[in-house]
């Protein structure tokens, strides 16, 4: 199987900064696209960036301009470099991957990890 963690969550102070790192492990031949995802507690899961395996990145209106997402195809990894931090991005931020081929199943498929939490006080 393939599995996603993120890392790099913590609490940090508004205005301040935080790096977040995604590895996906396993027998992973190839990723479309990668990215980030938050939600924030009752709420809908929202999307925050993507980026495709030809780095061509796509992302919120509410984090263009203060966040930036890169990836590392050999490694397989996805980083979403987040600054001018604001209390409203104060959610768990989980790292998807997206028509991922790998040796357990035949065909593409999508992945989900655990979850940082990412808090930003006032």
């Known amino acids: 199987q393939v599995q996603l963690v993120e890392s790099g969550g913590g609490l940090v102070q508004a205005g301040g900064s935080l790096r977040l790192s995604c590895a996906a492990s396993?027998?992973?031949?190839?990723?479309?696209?990668m990215g980030w995802y938050r939600q924030a507690p009752g709420k809908q899961r929202e999307l925050v960036a993507t980026i495709t395996s030809g780095t061509s990145a796509n992302y919120a209106d509410s984090v263009k301009g203060r966040f930036t997402i890169s990836r590392d195809n050999a490694k397989n990894m996805v980083y979403l470099q987040m600054n001018n931090l604001k209390p409203e991005d104060t959610m768990v931020y989980y790292c998807?991957?997206?028509?991922?081929?790998?040796?357990?199943?035949?065909?593409?498929?999508?992945?989900w990890g655990q979850g940082t939490q990412v808090t930003v006080s006032s």
């Open positions: 396993g027998i992973i031949f190839s990723i479309n696209a």
């Open positions: 998807n991957a997206a028509g991922v081929r790998d040796a357990w199943y035949g065909r593409p498929r999508d992945y």
